[in-house]
């Protein structure tokens, strides 16, 4: 004789546990099982067994890594974080199953150590800085093994929207929103900026040049040159290496330029600033 089971779902409040349903197994011997579901403080879910917090350990994590990787990002944090993805910084995902949020990841070469102290410790990791030997490949042109500095923070939910807007297929861009204001200008000039020195027999001037080659003529028109234009009076054009865009401040605002970015803050870059603006030694 096989055997039926009568199944009956109720919510019901469970001691000190939250709002759970609850099932009830009416036996053919007459005894009545009383199953509670939790519900998952992460996705709101329910599973079997009330005295736990997470429908699972992928739940569980997840929570974990959006409570306690706290990033506490202000104007200033947020502005070095635009300034230096539109350089050299990137965004990193984790195993999708296990980590759903980004991290911060910069690197510079070893020389350039200062200037990853000076950006890490606006995340509080100038003490976590690395050295790393890149040890060189067959195809490289130059067979010379390099050492380079990097930190990263944390996997955390507060660099989601950067990743939401500098990624798509994860492939980076400049979002549309994008602000060059002083401090973004400074840290895409330290990145990836250097100052072209001018030759007399061209009847060419210096002007400072950002080496943008990833990213696409598109996006820096209207995400870059219409806005530091419109936005700050400061005049740029197209320069083109091997076929990729990069951008060359306009002679017209070369003393603009300079004045709105400021003194180079790290000695190590000293030579990307004309003679005139280089900060004096004390």
């Given at each position: 004789m096989p055997l039926f089971f009568v199944y009956t779902y109720n919510l019901a409040y469970s001691g000190k546990y939250k709002m759970k349903p609850r099932k009830t197994i009416d036996h053919p011997n007459g005894y009545v099982q009383t199953v509670y579901y939790g519900k998952c403080d992460y996705c709101g879910g329910y599973y079997e067994g009330a005295g736990e917090k997470f429908c699972g350990n992928s739940c569980s994590v997840r929570n974990r890594y959006e409570t306690t990787n706290k990033i506490e990002i202000d104007k200033n944090t947020h502005d070095v974080i635009e300034g230096t993805l539109f350089s050299d910084a990137h965004l990193e995902l984790g195993n999708k199953n296990r980590n759903i949020n980004p991290r911060y990841r910069f690197k510079q070469a070893e020389?350039?150590?200062?200037?990853?102290?000076?950006?890490?410790?606006?995340?509080?990791?100038?003490?976590?800085?690395?050295?790393m030997l890149n040890k060189h490949k067959p195809t490289d042109l130059v067979k010379i093994d390099t050492i380079d500095c990097r930190f990263k923070t944390c996997s955390?939910?507060?660099?989601?929207?950067?990743?939401?807007?500098?990624?798509?297929?994860?492939?980076?861009?400049?979002?549309?929103?994008?602000?060059?204001?002083?401090?973004?200008?400074?840290?895409?000039?330290?990145?990836?900026?250097?100052?072209?020195?001018g030759n007399m027999k061209t009847y060419t001037y210096p002007y400072p040049v950002f080496c943008t080659d990833s990213f696409t003529a598109e996006d820096l028109q209207n995400s870059f040159i219409d806005p530091l234009e419109n936005n700050y009076g400061i005049y740029a054009r197209f320069l083109w290496y091997k076929g990729r865009p990069r951008i060359a401040i306009r002679r017209k605002s070369f003393d603009d330029f300079f004045n709105f970015i400021g003194p180079c803050p790290v000695s190590c870059f000293q030579y990307k600033w004309p003679e005139k603006f280089q900060k004096q030694p004390a």
């Open positions: 020389k350039s150590k200062e200037y990853v102290e000076y950006v890490a410790k606006y995340f509080g990791l100038e003490n976590k800085i690395v050295h955390s939910k507060d660099l989601q929207k950067y990743h939401q807007r500098w990624y798509i297929n994860k492939i980076k861009i400049i979002p549309e929103d994008f602000d060059p204001n002083p401090e973004c200008l400074l840290h895409g000039y330290l990145g990836d900026g250097y100052l072209y020195k």
